[in-house]
């Protein structure tokens, strides 16, 4: 969540008239930022991830499990005990500093985050479970008794209509004065800090009316349906349902910012060489935040009832979709400027590389532009592409502002850029440097949803700095239209999407005239210095630019290179549609992001001990990718409808829901064995979870 200002936010009426000034003002911000940045390389890859937990107190007696809404309290205590030297006994080998921890939208959630980036070498990348850990050791140790910290996605109970309350203390919905309005969830549950109530308020009133948020129902025998309504069983359907309720299709309704912002996630920053590097990732990982979407599909539940959905997206898209009914396309353009297609929280709209194979034709969706924006960005040098990027961001308005920062110095200060670029939640965010910083051009990756232990979320953050290094080293190719990426975004959330459907992807990534690799070839060259020069072909610090400590190894592969020099200029051609095992494992002449991966890893020197090490995060993404082992959603909608207490009637009971919660904590800690979601060799952190 990062830094919360102190100040007087201002309500929307207030804000709208300041709209466009801090849009001309940000735009001010950013061109000082990119005349100092633009001709200028950082440290290399460095990078980060962002875990959110929720904290759950638990009444044994009551077979109760709530959302503890001690949110400021527990901070506290964490920024204590992370400045106590004691903390450093503790402290796992390969953790270099002790973590830090933050607030998030919902009371009942916390951040957090590595001391400082971790390093691209081999190396570093097996010191992440163990820094992992320790966090939630951390936590865990400064909570009270009865409270555990959990990674699940979303609450199953959160805004249940039905039963006893979902959080401790218990709150209640205030329709007539909360900043929501919502009729399931009260005020208690946000964050105090003034910005939370602000945004969701302002949302609320920029719409002309509250978030209406949809996900189908899923259908057992005893579901309770509207009258009048019919539907079949989801069970008995072929095909899984669209993620996005049609026609008469039940539903779970939503009504606040909370069911989506009070969702957690998994989120990786990356910092690039330079500008260029950062532009580049961007658009490689554009099509690939669906598949990572669908592979950690993690919340099947919402509002008490099972969905026929495995992840989150739509829901947290609502829950902050502030387009109002002209934006919308429900009435005529008359007070707004632009028809604008997707909520600020959405899948990317443009690629952003100033590439010549980032044609035209990939960027196929009606992405709305501020026309002055572009222009002005133009003008200063900027190219279209990226000048279209900022631009597209840009027709939206500014949705918190505080009234002491209304004027600001605009070369010391980013604030009213971010004001507007922090809020376009999309599945990847290319990032500027700060001021006054020595941090460089960061992308960070947003899509994936946050896993039931530290192993899991270690595999997938690895896995995807892995394959950013495969990107640059192999210089590969990604590009395929938007509209499919879209296409895709919408699969990877369909109940078991993951492995009942195929997704578009491209087949031919290598470049025609570049060598391809061999995901068997072997290093053949020596060790380089850490501080050897960064050359074309290896490194800077072991990283930088894909090459972790020497030269890569190549060698020519037939079935490869005849993908790879493909000529085809249709994106039928290019574009194929694959399982999740093919998009991941290869199929035929494709080798398979992870394929790609291990081919990266084939190519730099890495000794044995940490190549094995890796090897098990690999594994396990292989595994689910294959099927041989299910999403976080299955397990968690298995675990549901076996519940003997489950009336095959789509209701997650307060009793269900507190097994669930109590199950989820003893698979992390090792002392609950689930080989269908983690395989038979995971280990947790313990009996007791505590340093």
């Given at each position: 969540m990062g830094l919360l200002a102190l100040g007087t936010p201002l309500d929307w009426p207030a804000t709208k008239p300041l709209a466009e000034h801090i849009r001309a003002h940000g735009i001010t911000q950013f061109l000082h930022t990119w005349d100092r940045w633009k001709d200028r390389s950082g440290k290399g890859l460095l990078w980060g991830d962002e875990i959110e937990y929720m904290v759950v107190t638990f009444d044994d007696a009551t077979k109760a499990a709530r959302l503890s809404l001690r949110q400021t309290e527990i901070l506290k205590k964490l920024?204590?005990?992370?400045?106590?030297?004691?903390?450093?006994?503790?402290?796992?080998?390969?953790?270099?500093?002790?973590?830090?921890?933050?607030?998030?939208?919902?009371?009942y959630m916390l951040e957090s985050t590595p001391g400082c980036p971790f390093g691209g070498s081999p190396r570093d990348l097996v010191a992440v479970e163990a820094d992992m850990r320790f966090r939630r050791q951390i936590i865990r140790s400064h909570l009270l008794p009865h409270e555990v910290p959990v990674t699940v996605t979303s609450w199953p109970r959160l805004g249940a209509s039905d039963g006893p309350p979902f959080t401790d203390p218990e709150t209640t919905a205030e329709p007539d004065r909360s900043s929501s309005r919502s009729q399931y969830v009260g005020e208690l549950i946000t964050n105090p800090h003034a910005r939370f109530p602000t945004l969701t308020a302002n949302i609320r009133q920029?719409?002309?009316?509250?978030?209406?948020?949809?996900?189908?129902?899923?259908?057992?025998?005893?579901?309770?349906?509207?009258?009048?309504?019919?539907?079949?069983?989801?069970?008995?359907?072929?095909?899984?349902?669209?993620?996005?309720?049609?026609?008469?299709?039940?539903?779970?309704?939503?009504?606040?910012?909370?069911?989506?912002?009070?969702?957690?996630?998994?989120?990786?920053?990356?910092?690039?060489?330079?500008?260029?590097?950062?532009?580049?990732?961007?658009?490689?990982?554009?099509?690939?935040?669906?598949?990572?979407?669908?592979?950690?599909?993690?919340?099947?539940?919402?509002?008490?009832?099972?969905?026929?959905?495995?992840?989150?997206?739509?829901?947290?898209?609502?829950?902050?979709?502030?387009?109002?009914?002209?934006?919308?396309?429900?009435?005529?353009?008359?007070?707004?400027?632009?028809?604008?297609?997707?909520?600020?929280?959405?899948?990317?709209?443009?690629?952003?590389?100033?590439?010549?194979?980032?044609?035209?034709?990939?960027?196929d969706v009606d992405a709305g532009i501020n026309e002055e924006v572009r222009q002005r960005l133009l003008a200063h040098g900027i190219d279209n592409q990226l000048a279209s990027h900022v631009a597209h961001l840009f027709i939206r308005d500014p949705l918190v502002q505080f009234s002491e920062t209304i004027d600001q110095d605009d070369e010391s200060s980013m604030d009213h850029f971010e004001n507007i670029q922090s809020t376009n939640w999309q599945t990847i965010r290319f990032k500027p440097p700060p001021v006054n910083s020595s941090i460089g051009w960061r992308v960070e990756f947003r899509s994936m949803e946050v896993q039931m232990t530290d192993f899991e979320n270690a595999a997938f953050s690895v896995f995807i700095v892995l394959l950013t290094r495969a990107i640059i080293s192999f210089d590969l190719d990604f590009y395929m239209p938007i509209s499919k990426v879209d296409d895709n975004m919408q699969r990877a959330q369909q109940r078991n999407g993951v492995h009942a459907n195929k997704f578009h992807f491209r087949r031919s990534v290598f470049p025609p005239e570049r060598p391809v690799f061999d995901p068997s070839s072997r290093p053949v060259?020596?060790?380089i210095s850490p501080d050897a020069p960064a050359t074309p072909s290896a490194g800077a610090n072991g990283a930088s630019n894909g090459s972790a400590n020497g030269t890569h190894?190549?060698?020519?592969?037939?079935?490869?290179?005849?993908?790879?020099?493909?000529?085809?200029?249709?994106?039928?051609l290019e574009v194929a549609e694959m399982t999740i095992d093919q998009v991941m494992n290869g199929h035929g002449g494709f080798p398979g992001l992870l394929g790609l991966v291990n081919a990266y890893l084939n190519s730099i020197n890495v000794d044995v001990e940490t190549k094995c090490r890796l090897r098990r995060y690999l594994?396990?993404?292989?595994?689910?990718?294959?099927?041989?082992?299910?999403?976080?959603?299955?397990?968690?909608?298995?675990?549901?409808?076996?519940?003997?207490?489950?009336?095959?009637?789509?209701?997650?009971?307060?009793?269900?829901?507190?097994?669930?919660?109590?199950?989820?904590?003893?698979?992390?800690?090792g002392v609950r064995a689930a080989p269908e979601l983690l395989g038979k060799?995971?280990?947790?952190?313990?009996?007791?979870?505590?340093?």
């Amino acid at each position: 969540m990062g830094l919360l200002a102190l100040g007087t936010p201002l309500d929307w009426p207030a804000t709208k008239p300041l709209a466009e000034h801090i849009r001309a003002h940000g735009i001010t911000q950013f061109l000082h930022t990119w005349d100092r940045w633009k001709d200028r390389s950082g440290k290399g890859l460095l990078w980060g991830d962002e875990i959110e937990y929720m904290v759950v107190t638990f009444d044994d007696a009551t077979k109760a499990a709530r959302l503890s809404l001690r949110q400021t309290e527990i901070l506290k205590k964490l920024q204590t005990a992370t400045l106590d030297p004691k903390l450093e006994a503790f402290k796992p080998e390969g953790c270099s500093t002790i973590p830090t921890f933050h607030p998030e939208y919902g009371r009942y959630m916390l951040e957090s985050t590595p001391g400082c980036p971790f390093g691209g070498s081999p190396r570093d990348l097996v010191a992440v479970e163990a820094d992992m850990r320790f966090r939630r050791q951390i936590i865990r140790s400064h909570l009270l008794p009865h409270e555990v910290p959990v990674t699940v996605t979303s609450w199953p109970r959160l805004g249940a209509s039905d039963g006893p309350p979902f959080t401790d203390p218990e709150t209640t919905a205030e329709p007539d004065r909360s900043s929501s309005r919502s009729q399931y969830v009260g005020e208690l549950i946000t964050n105090p800090h003034a910005r939370f109530p602000t945004l969701t308020a302002n949302i609320r009133q920029r719409r002309g009316s509250l978030v209406d948020i949809r996900v189908p129902l899923f259908i057992d025998e005893h579901t309770r349906l509207p009258a009048g309504v019919s539907a079949p069983l989801s069970l008995s359907q072929s095909v899984p349902q669209p993620a996005k309720p049609t026609g008469d299709t039940p539903y779970i309704h939503m009504d606040a910012m909370a069911f989506g912002m009070g969702c957690c996630c998994l989120q990786i920053t990356f910092q690039a060489w330079n500008v260029d590097e950062a532009r580049r990732v961007y658009d490689a990982l554009v099509p690939v935040a669906p598949i990572m979407l669908a592979l950690t599909a993690a919340s099947p539940a919402f509002r008490g009832q099972l969905a026929d959905v495995d992840a989150r997206w739509n829901v947290i898209a609502a829950s902050v979709d502030d387009r109002t009914e002209e934006e919308r396309g429900l009435k005529p353009l008359t007070n707004d400027k632009y028809r604008i297609q997707k909520s600020r929280y959405d899948s990317v709209d443009l690629y952003i590389a100033n590439d010549e194979r980032n044609r035209p034709e990939w960027n196929d969706v009606d992405a709305g532009i501020n026309e002055e924006v572009r222009q002005r960005l133009l003008a200063h040098g900027i190219d279209n592409q990226l000048a279209s990027h900022v631009a597209h961001l840009f027709i939206r308005d500014p949705l918190v502002q505080f009234s002491e920062t209304i004027d600001q110095d605009d070369e010391s200060s980013m604030d009213h850029f971010e004001n507007i670029q922090s809020t376009n939640w999309q599945t990847i965010r290319f990032k500027p440097p700060p001021v006054n910083s020595s941090i460089g051009w960061r992308v960070e990756f947003r899509s994936m949803e946050v896993q039931m232990t530290d192993f899991e979320n270690a595999a997938f953050s690895v896995f995807i700095v892995l394959l950013t290094r495969a990107i640059i080293s192999f210089d590969l190719d990604f590009y395929m239209p938007i509209s499919k990426v879209d296409d895709n975004m919408q699969r990877a959330q369909q109940r078991n999407g993951v492995h009942a459907n195929k997704f578009h992807f491209r087949r031919s990534v290598f470049p025609p005239e570049r060598p391809v690799f061999d995901p068997s070839s072997r290093p053949v060259s020596r060790p380089i210095s850490p501080d050897a020069p960064a050359t074309p072909s290896a490194g800077a610090n072991g990283a930088s630019n894909g090459s972790a400590n020497g030269t890569h190894t190549l060698r020519h592969v037939p079935s490869m290179s005849s993908c790879a020099s493909s000529d085809d200029s249709t994106d039928e051609l290019e574009v194929a549609e694959m399982t999740i095992d093919q998009v991941m494992n290869g199929h035929g002449g494709f080798p398979g992001l992870l394929g790609l991966v291990n081919a990266y890893l084939n190519s730099i020197n890495v000794d044995v001990e940490t190549k094995c090490r890796l090897r098990r995060y690999l594994e396990l993404i292989k595994r689910r990718a294959r099927g041989e082992l299910v999403t976080p959603a299955s397990w968690i909608r298995s675990f549901i409808t076996g519940h003997p207490a489950y009336k095959r009637d789509s209701v997650v009971s307060d009793l269900i829901n507190y097994d669930l919660a109590r199950a989820v904590d003893e698979i992390e800690r090792g002392v609950r064995a689930a080989p269908e979601l983690l395989g038979k060799d995971y280990v947790g952190s313990g009996p007791s979870g505590c340093l």
